[in-house]
T-cell receptor, first 111, second 118 residues
Framework: SQQGEEDPQALSIQEGENATMNCSYK?????LQWYRQNSGRGLVHLIL?????REKHSGRLRVTLDTSKKSSSLLITASRAADTASYFC???????????FGKGNQVVVIP | NAGVMQNPRHLVRRRGQEARLRCSPM?????VYWYRQLPEEGLKFMVY????????ESGMPKERFSAEFPKEGPSILRIQQVVRGDSAAYFC????????????????FGPGTRLTVL
């Protein structure tokens, strides 16, 4: 099965609210990354969390990693209309830079 | 420092024609990756190249698809005799180096080429 499978979600929230999305994977990992993709555009790297880390922050982003449950979550606080995008998690299950992506979570932030 | 460049951004081909997709990595990056994204799907790895070498092509179909990254010039993903199922967005990414097996360098993605096969 594919690594980095998010619960495929379409999340619609009001500006200012928090958005949370989840990702699960199946094999052991060295790290997990989250990317954002705006409609019709390429992917932008958001954050990388290593397997020995439990939580990481970057600006309004908070990522958690639970290796016992093989899952990760991405929290966007105080969302803005510009956060409207699809969010993908990706793992490198074999440590060879061959990223495996999930299907993505679509987030719509309503102004 | 310009990001990863891909062209064309949009490509329309009829069945049986050839498609050539080009990718120029970020300056100083010597590793290039190609991914394919079908509608409503995540990206799927196709091939990983260094200058003049194919490192891993395990995600690329054995027939009709080929990739190269010459010493000079961009990386090329070539699809011969395209079929409708080849319609997808093709993304290129680049990274500066590889750390031995325990870390993954961030891959920087280009804007993609959207291939439509009529």
């Amino acid at each position: 099965s594919q690594q980095g499978e998010e619960d495929p979600q379409a999340l619609s929230i009001q500006e200012g609210e928090n958005a949370t999305m989840n990702c699960s994977y199946k094999t052991s990992i060295n790290n997990l990354q989250w990317y954002r993709q705006n409609s019709g555009r390429g992917l932008v790297h958001l954050i990388l969390i290593r397997s020995n880390e439990r939580e990481k922050h970057s600006g309004r982003l908070r990522v958690t990693l639970d290796t016992s449950k093989k899952s990760s979550s991405l929290l966007i606080t105080a969302s803005r209309a510009a956060d409207t995008a699809s969010y993908f998690c990706a793992t490198d299950p074999y440590g060879n830079n061959r990223l495996a992506f999930g299907k993505g979570n679509q987030v719509v932030v309503i102004p | 420092n310009a990001g990863v460049m891909q062209n064309p951004r949009h490509l329309v081909r009829r069945r049986g024609q050839e498609a050539r997709l080009r990718c120029s990595p970020m300056k100083g990056h010597s590793h290039v990756y190609w991914y394919r994204q079908l509608p409503e799907e995540g990206l799927k790895f196709m091939v990983y190249l260094q200058k003049e070498n194919i490192i891993d092509e395990s995600g690329m179909p054995k027939e009709r698809f080929s990739a190269e990254f010459p010493k000079e010039g961009p990386s090329i993903l070539r699809i011969q005799q395209v079929v409708r199922g080849d319609s997808a967005a093709y993304f290129c990414a680049s990274s500066p180096s590889i750390k031995g097996g325990t870390d993954t360098d961030t891959q920087y993605f280009g804007p993609g080429t959207r291939l439509t096969v009529l």
